[in-house]
């Protein structure tokens, strides 16, 4: 029997809002809020597959789908607003439109999922269809990775403080949480499928006591294995400058004396206080303390040039003065015959204070690090103008640091918006890294969902590879993530200050390590399995 019209639009309006929850909104996220992802997508999987007494189901269920896919990208990327509006200095009508252009883009993935489980169902049935639902979710989420360059808040991520899932990780990445979260929600939506389709006492009652007793289950599951005690061997200072992203940098004159000074001064503290924890979520304070193995300064507004005399100085100064190697963000430089390339860098230095070479980044940010289609966005002067294009790095290069104990080490370095592509930082453990260091500006983002949602895609990172991360921002979440994706020191949002970090290595290669997202590809190719068989069968009675 047909639902009424209102039903699976309000449906579809629901999983959106629920979606929401398991991720960060406008602080940390609390970690029972997790738990939301196991149920936010059961009702748009009923909308989709409920009888709809529609003429075109198939163009109806795309609709539903898109409608839900809008309003999340929408919900939990609201920051694009901010960011272009405040930063970028496009006024609030033109934000609202690129953020309306991003949702509606994006959203079309949602809108694909319920066409092709649509179609599955019109044709094997609704039992198949919700098997399949599984591996056409990840799917899509790997197109989202691979063709948009867009794997912001993928379902997995809602499990990175669930010990017991986020285990997945290191075997088939973020992919496989979200792959068992829509198994799950898969289940649930068949429960209530069949209890509301017979109508009979009975069915209801045991969809809701097998509902109940799976939640208890996963509850129970996530939050009561024993934390893994991972031991340090290492000290880092992780410098924050807090410094204004639009503000000017050239330091002139005796600005750039001030600054420099300010930075060994905060570089040559032997002990700093810390949160034990995420700030903000009322975590316990500490003080730690110990010599610097590494110095390392963010990606920031700081004016630092790779060719100029002034900034080598000072860079061999510090290193000499902290007996440290340093991790420096800032920009990169190569003649070519043709013309002088800018690079995002993080530039490396001895404990002598020699250059080591730089990593360049790879996956720039589009809008913030070169414009894609520039003449069409012509609306967008006042940003277009701002943003010069930077070249692209092409080398996922490794560096090998000697401590002032003489231990040599192998860092990984990572930029930025590159933490949120799992396949290509697992690059550098691959190729030798032993821990990651992930230099980053968040000051874009203001006081958003957004640098939270960044924190927590880097903890996925630290799983999947089993790397520690000294996560080293401008103006926070400056912290220590260890192996297991736990938050183990951080400092204050906004302030100026230095994090006395303690660390470790591994040169251990995981599954995902090794074969990086291997299962996300199995997942295509079943999902086209899905569809091709249903291409050849005839039409089911569901």
Same mark, same amino acid.
């Given at each position: ?111 694909? @999922?319920?066409?092709? #489980?649509?179609?599955? *169902? =019109?044709?094997? !049935? /609704?039992?198949?269809? &919700?098997? %399949? ?30 010990? @017991?899932?986020?285990? #997945?990780?290191?075997? *088939? =990445?973020?992919? !496989? /949480?979200?792959?068992? &979260?829509? %198994? ?49 061997? %290492? ?308």
């Amino acid at each position: 029997m047909p639902v009424p019209k209102w039903m699976p639009w309000a449906a579809a309006v629901l999983s959106a809002a629920l979606l929401e929850l398991p991720f960060p909104l406008a602080g940390p996220m609390p970690p029972w809020r997790g738990m939301i992802a196991f149920v936010a997508l059961v009702p748009l999987l009923w909308a989709i597959l409920a009888p709809s007494g529609s003429p075109r189901p198939l163009r109806h269920s795309f609709l539903i789908g898109y409608l839900c896919g809008v309003l999340w990208y929408a919900g939990n990327c609201y920051w694009i607003y901010d960011t272009m509006q405040i930063h970028g200095g496009i006024p609030p009508v033109g934000s609202v439109g690129l953020l309306l252009i991003y949702s509606l883009v994006l959203g079309l993935y949602f809108g694909v @999922f319920a066409l092709a #489980l649509k179609f599955i *169902a =019109g044709r094997l !049935g /609704i039992g198949r269809a &919700l098997v %399949a639902a599984p591996f056409l979710w990840t799917a899509l989420e790997l197109a989202a990775a691979r063709i948009t360059s867009v794997p912001w808040d993928q379902l997995g991520y809602s499990q990175v403080d669930n010990r @017991f899932f986020a285990n #997945l990780a290191p075997w *088939a =990445g973020v992919y !496989g /949480i979200t792959f068992v &979260l829509l %198994a799950i929600n898969a289940f649930y939506a068949w429960t209530w499928l069949r209890a509301v389709g017979s109508g009979e006492a009975r069915y209801k009652t045991q969809a809701w006591i097998s509902c109940a007793g799976l939640g208890l289950l996963l509850i129970a599951s996530g939050h009561s294995l024993l934390p893994v005690n991972v031991p340090t061997t %290492a000290t880092a200072v992780l410098l924050q400058p807090n410094l204004d992203v639009d503000t000017a940098s050239a330091w002139p004159g005796p600005i750039w004396d001030q600054n420099i000074a300010q930075i060994t001064h905060l570089a040559t503290q032997p002990c700093s206080s810390y949160f034990a924890g995420i700030p903000e979520t009322g975590a316990s304070t500490a003080s730690g303390c110990g010599q610097p193995s590494l110095i390392a300064w963010p990606e920031s507004p700081a004016p630092f040039f790779e060719d100029e005399d002034r900034f080598r100085s000072a860079m061999k100064q510090l290193a000499l003065t902290t007996h440290s190697p340093l991790i420096i963000g800032g920009v990169g430089m190569e003649q070519t015959p043709d013309e002088l390339h800018y690079f995002n860098s993080g530039m490396v230095f001895d404990q002598n204070g020699t250059p080591q070479g730089r990593y360049d980044k790879i996956h720039l940010v589009p809008y913030g690090e070169f414009i894609p289609f520039r003449n069409l966005f012509f609306f967008a002067k006042k940003l277009t103008r701002k943003v010069e294009d930077i070249s692209r790095g092409t080398d996922r290069k490794t560096f090998l640091l000697t401590d002032r104990n003489g231990q040599n080490h192998r860092y990984g370095i990572f930029i930025c918006y590159e933490s949120v592509f799992a396949d290509e930082i697992r690059q550098f453990a691959k190729n030798g890294a032993e821990v990651f260091v992930n230099i980053s500006d968040d000051g874009w983002y203001g006081d958003t969902s957004a640098p939270w949602q960044h924190l927590n895609m880097a903890r996925m990172r630290a799983i999947e590879n089993r790397r520690w991360i000294l996560r080293d921002t401008n103006n926070g979440v400056t912290a220590v993530i260890d192996p297991y994706g736990r938050v183990r020191q951080s400092i204050p949002r906004h302030t100026v200050g230095a994090l006395v970090a303690q660390y470790g290595f591994n040169s251990e290669v995981t599954f995902y390590t090794r074969h990086g997202d291997v299962f996300a590809w199995l997942c295509a190719i079943l999902s086209l399995g899905f569809v091709l068989r249903a291409f050849t069968s005839r039409s089911s009675s569901q």
